[in-house]
């Protein structure tokens, strides 16, 4: 199904916007909540006699436009936009549908017009004491009188209830429940204003007392037409909260665009681009949702109590996290339009009145019956999200007077659920120029998941291919690690610096130098003579692969239209996923089939398709004009004293803790350090802003992504080189094996998402090291010469669940009450802590591992071949594991106890 707004609707969309914008800016809005009714009659009038929009959705006949409710759909999406007080969706939309629906032709005469005309104010008053929604909970009764009916009960949480002077009353008669026209002012009328937190709809308690009724419709058959009118005031409030919620991520941009916090506005800054990005993904999937419940009102589908569901369900959520992440960027600080938003997203809702709906229901109009997010409607909408076979092409034609809007035709592509659904576009998206934007959009996406793909597979390969690059180059214990740490040491130092370099030479620029630096070093890497020449090729393979994951979202969020956005950046980020679970394997296989040197030679015509590709397709993105602004001294500290500290470990075991160099390298870390703190503290673009430390949240969430990623990084490294070292398996053999710990981690990432929408995040934290920690301890355990695999891979997975389950809920406990200016530099430190687990965990682990046997032995542990030179020493190897394996499970306690302090510390603030 695809809306498409003609040349006339998109003129009523800019006719109602100007209008509001000038008639109602937001210290209008704030003005009319303060007054009980929220209501001013001359900006009332004015919208009826210029505008027309009261009668809307009136028939010609009794004075209306019959415009339908497309037309409605784009005043509504703009109502919500300029968070108008008043009575208009009561009056305009659910009274006018009321009538309607009642299909009595007599009282639309009789009542429409005065709505038409804004003379009369109307609303539908439903719900009673209880507060519930539910039709069969009505206790107002209607009694047949010598001239129509009296009405005796109470109505309340009544939307507008004691501003309108026509109120339709739902209440029972013997033959059921009917529908009633009420005189608001009559006698036997008696309405109190409730209390409200959404100033901008109020809500009334309303007794009858005796008071005349008019019967509208049949006797006995309003069930059926208060249902449907339901179904439409849901499908039009959500409608508004689209509008909402766009306005709210418009202003959280604007902002972000303006304000500047150390030298850079705010919006430059990664994590800020994150938090719009993923509210942008929930606008425009709410935008769809409302726009396919207008057109289903519009064509009479059937499908309107459904699809009301899900507009009703999906725009709550992303209004109230439009609202939510508005104040965010905005610094939590009370700004008058976040605080206005706030206001219109966490309105008073009814008691027992669609619980768990946020947004919307606390206008005063409900999720309709059986449509409560957590019930059985929500699972409705579940299944409508597909859009059924999404084939209904709507043009809505209306006039100067409007015209229904009916369908035209029935696409013949089906889409099929969860695939990319042609929802309800934008209209400034229609343009041919925004379809070769969306092509362009793809091939770059395409350019950027081949380069995270190939360098991604690259850095896990190579853990399994480690016993056979030393055993052809006849590595020594201290370079075989150095294969390793030379990549992961040079990609953490430069990895920050890169992100800044690329927003003054541009991009496209680093992306693809990046891409040619990774490809060259990748052809002298599989060409190496030495071990140390494979160093040196390593370090510049980590480089190249610095500047691609310093641009690679970047470029995506650039270059994908905003509809877009969320599908774009997800496949970016499966790519990782998928790198992380093929690498192992395909670099046992390599490795077996072809030789070591192939996982390095691979990458050259993969990496030069990519960079043709790329210079083929990518197109210059202009450069922000800041100076770069490096801190050569800091870069350099961290290079000494983290250099030194993997100098110091590698060779401590082998030469000897004495050695010069092992100490020389402890020297330079011990060193280094301090300087490092005071070096930081003074210059004024640093690498590592230090005084963020200086916040608990942020230092805890630190040390323990730091412990977490200790705890579990080195797992795939060391189990690779147990299965070749101790049970003489080939490369090939060892990374199945090792399969099931990476398939782990991906399938409980996503889960712990999902679950961080119930779960305290330190809370998350805390369990999923605890499992990582079991999984360790598991494997502390039963690690032998002769263990079962089922045995070993149960602990693995294990401990995929709980590292997996990790990161996220860490992330999101360091960075969820950050300030805006400062997420940045924050989601930074957090990466650059964890990089530096990397390291160190892979420093530490190959160091414990060799140190139970001789030197003379130790080559044979990395190189695989210990099983078949001396299988006498493979109880000494095993040992060397367990202290790995027991090292490890420290850290995961330590990582549990941080995330248990830090939850604590959580608490305390909060109180």
């Known amino acids: 199904m695809q809306l498409v707004f003609d040349t006339e609707q998109e003129d009523l969309r800019q006719a109602v916007r100007r209008f509001l914008e000038n008639e109602v800016p937001l210290s209008t809005v704030r003005t009319l909540m303060a007054t009980q009714d929220a209501h001013d009659p001359a900006l009332w009038d004015r919208m009826a006699g210029e505008l027309g929009l009261q009668g809307l959705l009136v028939p010609e006949e009794h004075g209306g436009s019959g415009a339908g409710f497309v037309e409605l759909a784009v005043v509504a999406e703009e109502m919500g936009r300029a968070v108008l007080p008043g009575p208009f969706l009561s009056s305009a939309v659910v009274a006018v549908s009321a009538v309607l629906d009642a299909a009595d032709d007599e009282a639309a005469k009789d009542l429409l017009p005065g709505i038409a005309d804004g003379s009369t104010i109307a609303t539908l008053a439903v719900t009673e004491g209880d507060g519930r929604w539910e039709l069969s909970a009505t206790a107002a009764t209607a009694r047949p009188a010598e001239q129509g009916w009296t009405l005796h009960g109470v109505k309340d949480y009544v939307p507008d209830g004691a501003l309108a002077g026509l109120l339709l009353v739902v209440a029972r008669t013997g033959a059921g429940l009917s529908l009633f026209a009420v005189d608001g002012a009559g006698a ?25 009724g008019r019967l509208v419709g049949t006797d006995g058959a309003a069930a059926d037409t208060v249902q449907r009118t339901l179904h439409k005031a849901a499908v039009a409030l959500a409608l508004e909260q689209v509008g909402g919620a766009q306005a709210a991520l418009d202003m959280a941009v ?19 681009k994150h938090k719009a990005a993923d509210v942008l993904l929930k606008v425009e999937s709410a935008r769809a949702a409302a726009y396919y419940g207008a057109w289903a009102v519009a064509a009479g589908s059937d499908e309107v109590p459904a699809v009301a569901s899900l507009a009703k369900a999906y725009c709550s959520d992303a209004y109230f996290a439009a609202a939510a992440e508005n104040i965010q960027i905005h610094g939590a600080s009370a700004s008058p339009g976040s605080t206005t938003r706030t206001c219109t ?27 409560d997010r957590h019930g059985r409607g929500r699972e409705e909408a579940d ?9 209904n092409s709507l043009r809505a034609d209306a006039g100067p007077r409007g015209r229904r809007a009916g369908s035209e035709e029935r696409a013949t592509e089906h889409r099929r659920s969860g695939t990319r659904h042609q929802g309800p576009a934008s209209p400034p998206e229609r343009s041919g120029g925004n379809q070769t934007q969306i092509r362009y959009a793809w091939r770059l996406l395409s350019v950027v998941c081949l380069a995270s793909l190939v360098t991604g597979i690259n850095v896990s390969s190579l ?29 953490v130092t430069l990895m920050i610096f890169f992100g800044r370099l690329s927003d003054v030479l541009g991009r496209r620029t680093m992306y693809l130098t990046g891409v040619a630096l990774f490809t060259v070093a990748s052809l002298l890497a599989g060409a190496a003579p030495g071990v140390g020449w494979l160093i040196a090729c390593r370090v510049v393979q980590a480089a190249g692969a610095a500047m691609l994951i310093a641009n690679s979202a970047a470029l995506v969020t650039a270059a994908f239209p905003r509809r877009l956005l969320g599908q774009g950046l997800g496949i970016y980020m499966a790519s990782f996923s998928l790198a992380q679970m093929l690498g192992p394997t395909v670099g046992g296989l390599v490795t077996t089939e072809l030789g070591w040197r192939w996982t390095l030679l691979l990458n050259v015509p993969v990496g030069a398709a990519c960079l043709l590709w790329g210079l083929r397709v990518m197109e210059r993105v202009p450069r922000s004009g800041e100076p770069l602004r490096p801190d050569p001294v800091g870069n350099l500290l961290v290079v000494l004293g983290l250099g030194g500290l993997l100098t110091a470990l590698s060779l401590g075991g082998p030469a000897g803790w004495t050695d010069p160099l092992v100490v020389a390298g402890v020297v330079a870390f011990v060193v280094a350090v301090p300087v490092f703190l005071v070096v930081e503290l003074r210059v004024p673009f640093p690498v590592v802003d230090v005084r963020l430390f200086r916040d608990p949240v942020i230092g805890i969430g630190v040390l323990a992504g730091f412990l977490g990623t200790m705890s579990r990084f080195a797992v795939v490294l060391l189990m690779g080189l147990y299965f070749q070292a101790v049970q003489g398996d080939t490369p090939s053999e060892a990374g199945l094996k090792v399969l099931p710990l990476a398939v782990a981690s991906i399938v409980s990432a996503p889960g712990a998402g999902t679950l961080l929408r119930w779960a305290p995040a330190r809370t998350m934290a805390a369990a999923a090291s605890s499992v990582s920690l079991a999984g360790l301890v598991l494997l502390l355990v039963v690690i032998d010469v002769d263990t079962p695999y089922a045995l070993l891979i149960a602990a693995v997975v294990v401990i995929g669940l709980g590292s997996g389950a990790f990161i996220p809920a860490n992330s999101t406990a360091m960075l969820q009450d950050v300030r805006p200016e400062r997420l940045g530099i924050v989601n930074g430190v957090r990466l650059m802590a964890q990089s530096s687990g990397v390291v160190v965990s892979t420093a530490v682990t190959l160091t414990l591992i060799g140190l139970p046997l001789p030197p003379a032995l130790r080559t044979h542990v990395l190189d695989g071949s210990l099983s078949r030179v001396e299988p006498s020493a493979l109880e000494g190897l095993i040992t060397g594991f367990r202290w790995a394996f027991g090292l490890m499970a420290v850290m995961a306690a330590l990582c549990v106890l941080t995330s248990l302090v830090g939850r604590r510390a959580q608490r305390e603030e909060g109180a």
Not at 188 to 212: I, K, N, Y
Not at 254 to 272: C, L
Request: with cysteine; hydrophobic share 40%.
């Open 345 to 371: 997203s966490n309105a008073r809702r009814p008691p027992g009145c669609g619980s768990g709906t946020r947004a919307g229901t606390a206008h005063g109009w409900p999720m309709p019956s059986g449509c």
């Open 254 to 272: 604007a902002y972000a665009k303006q304000r500047v916090q150390f030298g850079r506005v705010i919006g430059s800054f990664q994590a800020v």
């Open 383 to 391: 299944a409508v999200i597909a859009w059924r076979h999404a084939g």
């Open 188 to 212: 036997g009328v008696t309405r109190t204003a409730r209390p409200t937190l959404d100033q901008t709809r109020p809500l009334a308690r309303v007794e009858l007392d005796g008071a005349a």
């Open 463 to 491: 853990n399994i291919a480690l016993p056979a690059i030393v055993d052809g180059l006849d590595a020594g214990p201290v370079a075989a690690s150095w294969i390793l740490l030379s990549f992961q040491l040079t990609h």
